[in-house]
């Protein structure tokens, strides 16, 4: 949901002539990669170097001149991102190094809240629903964020 959101955003930010079904499409075979889940413990498609390759694929298909194929590219980076910043954002995280690394990256569970006594707190996990600033609320707002440069970037190209 994340990612059709954000991809939708770019899509209509940029003006790009894409039907909404080629934007659905984009969205779904960004979630494909939860094939990962099943099988690999997300190891193989769930990791930076997936991001790389799509990013690189879209730089190639812009030396290329090949402007549709950049564009789905690029759509394709920014939802698959949307798509690893959410699987990160709870449970046990993600191998992002892998085959580097093993480690687990997850965002941190804990925010910035109010207590009952009014006084700003720093609070853990049980208690985020009580928070004011979550560290995947700031997250998110990166990943929007970083859509609306990209879209400022087209502006003024
Ligand atoms: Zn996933």
């Avoid at 954000?6 to 039907?19: F, P």
């Avoid at 480690?103 to 006594?117: E, T």
């Amino acid at each position: 949901m994340l990612s059709l959101a954000g991809g939708y955003i770019l899509v209509k930010g940029m003006r790009l002539d894409y039907k909404i079904w080629t934007v659905i499409l984009l969205a779904l075979l960004s979630v494909l990669i939860d094939e990962d889940h099943f099988w690999f413990q997300r190891l193989y498609l769930h990791n930076i170097f997936i991001v790389t390759a799509l990013a690189l694929a879209t730089l190639a298909f812009y030396l290329m001149k090949q402007e549709k194929a950049k564009g789905y590219a690029m759509i394709l980076t920014v939802m698959v991102i949307g798509h690893l910043l959410v699987d990160m954002s709870y449970g046990q995280g993600l191998h992002l190094m892998y085959p580097l690394s093993r480690d687990l990256y997850v965002l941190p569970q804990i925010g910035v809240g109010v207590n009952k006594d009014l006084q700003v707190e720093v609070a853990k996990s049980s208690s985020l629903t009580e928070c004011i600033i979550t560290p995947t609320g700031v997250v998110l707002a990166a990943y929007f964020g970083l859509i609306f440069a990209m879209i400022a970037a087209k502006k003024f190209q």
